[in-house]
């Protein structure tokens, strides 16, 4: 086979008009204003990084490709186990991330692993990083590992230094050992998806899960649904309504897994992200102490609200690593399949293709970054821009490369018809995608009202 030195409608390197070559020709003051160089694009946004930043993503892209990649396959394919069960590949990645610290690495010691010197940066721009590469490789996996997350959070962002040290610290002690530890965040109700997540939703709407006042105590009862992770974690942290109240009394109540009457009855056999369970919960008169309370009465709302905002940046990351994944594929097909005996990569309608995938997945990962990266406060309307664009176009650019491979984009072996199944549930998670765009406008309703009324333009 005759050797490729250049694609049609470009020039060969040793071209007297090649730009590489001939910017080489210019001043060093041209030079160091200008580059032109074939470099991967992955290890020039993560040289773009800080340093601490840029460890974080070699570590997790190197734990990825030897813990989860040679599984993908088969934890998507496996049977559908019974509620509480966990695949031993699955149990084994759990293990395995425990000890490289990517289950702990919210809060430093001794409640977490984090470096103090990552502190520096908000936690939902250190988990997008994270999420993004473990997603790449497999995105089932990838929730099971990073719900826990989820689970964690108003913990964390309550401030309740006791209940960190009560719930947080054991769990960070065991996962470094190498024992599963899971958290789960109990939400989403039968009547209650996306109107958990959006005031106007909630307040026209009535709770399932009730928390009833009984001696120093309560009693929880009601039906919580889609709980990632909800049927094989230690805790879970659920948010309940007081009894005879709405969804402004939320509180948030830390269960043990294994409580009397908590009935994990069943998990989703789910079109995407299969190796990631998605639990119904059943609280049969669940008897909870008044410590197990998190950042007081009636603070749920609050607490929901703030853990959502936080928790849209990785999801946005999530659909990132599936369109980098899928970008992948694409090219890879590109470069192997030949047509008219050139590679399709030849003709330039593809080079068109992919040139618009690539930089989409790439726009998105710099809108991610800077604004999760922007403070240590994750604003909802920041976070909601992120979040519905970035699950949007990456299924677009997840098409793109099924418009590439036609056919053989269908194969299970070529690994883009998962991507497909995979990236339409973060268009859900955190919120849909229409939610979201409303939670811009609520963001900005205030400065709307006032110009309506007279007051300042709104720019955006």
């Not at 030897?66 to 149990?91: F, I, K, S, W």
């Not at 959006?198 to 929880?220: C, F, K, M, Q, S």
């Not at 990962?365 to 604004?371: E, K, L």
């Amino acid at each position: 086979m005759n050797v490729i030195d250049h694609f049609d409608g470009h020039l060969p390197p040793q071209h007297r008009l090649d730009p590489a070559r001939r910017l080489q020709e210019l001043s060093q003051l041209g030079r160091a204003l200008t580059r032109y160089e074939s470099r991967d694009l992955w290890q020039i946004d993560t040289d773009r990084l800080p340093a601490s930043l840029a460890r974080l993503r070699r570590h997790c892209r190197n734990f990825a490709a030897t813990h989860m990649a040679p599984n993908v396959r088969l934890l998507d394919e496996a049977e559908h186990l019974p509620a509480g069960q966990l695949h031993p590949a699955a149990r084994q990645l759990l293990s395995s991330a425990g000890r490289a610290g990517l289950m702990t690495g919210m809060l430093p010691a001794p409640l977490g692993s984090a470096a103090v010197a990552d502190l520096r940066y908000s936690p939902a721009f250190r988990f997008a990083i994270q999420v993004e590469e473990l997603a790449c490789v497999c995105s089932g996996q990838m929730l099971l590992l990073s719900a826990h997350q989820l689970g964690l959070a108003p913990i964390c962002l309550s401030g309740d230094l006791a209940a960190m040290w009560r719930h947080v610290r054991p769990m960070t002690q065991d996962f470094l050992q190498g024992i599963p530890h899971l958290f789960a965040y109990a939400i989403t109700e039968p009547s209650a998806g996306s109107d958990a997540e959006d005031g106007h939703g909630a307040a026209h709407n009535t709770p399932r899960v009730i928390a009833r006042r009984e001696g120093r105590g309560y009693v929880l009862e009601g039906r919580k649904c889609f709980i990632s992770g909800g049927d094989v974690a230690r805790k879970i942290a659920v948010f309940a309504a007081l009894e005879d109240e709405g969804f402004d009394s939320w509180t948030c109540f830390v269960v043990d897994g294994e409580q009397r009457g908590l009935e994990r009855q069943r998990t989703e056999l789910k079109m995407g992200m299969r190796a990631s369970s998605a639990a119904e919960l059943n609280f049969n008169a669940v008897h909870v102490p008044a410590s197990a309370i998190v950042g007081g009465l009636r603070q749920g709302w609050a607490l929901n609200r703030a853990t959502l905002n936080t928790s849209r940046y990785p999801v946005a990351a999530m659909a990132v690593g599936v369109a980098r994944r899928a970008c992948e594929i694409a090219m890879e097909h590109c470069l192997r399949h030949r047509l008219g005996g050139k590679p399709l990569l030849s003709y330039q309608e593809v080079q068109l293709h992919l040139a618009q995938m690539i930089a989409e997945t790439r726009s998105l990962r710099t809108f991610i970054w800077q604004q999760a990266g922007g403070g240590m406060q994750a604003r909802q309307s920041e976070a909601a821009m992120c979040k519905f664009l970035a699950t949007d176009r990456a299924q677009a650019v997840c098409e793109m490369a099924l418009d590439l491979m036609a056919e053989h984009g269908l194969s299970q072996d070529a690994g883009l018809e998962k991507l497909l199944r995979d990236v339409r549930l973060t268009r859900i998670f955190e919120g849909t995608n229409q939610i979201n765009r409303l939670g811009v406008i609520e963001d900005l309703q205030p400065l709307l009202l006032a110009r309506l009324h007279g007051g300042a333009a709104v720019s955006v």
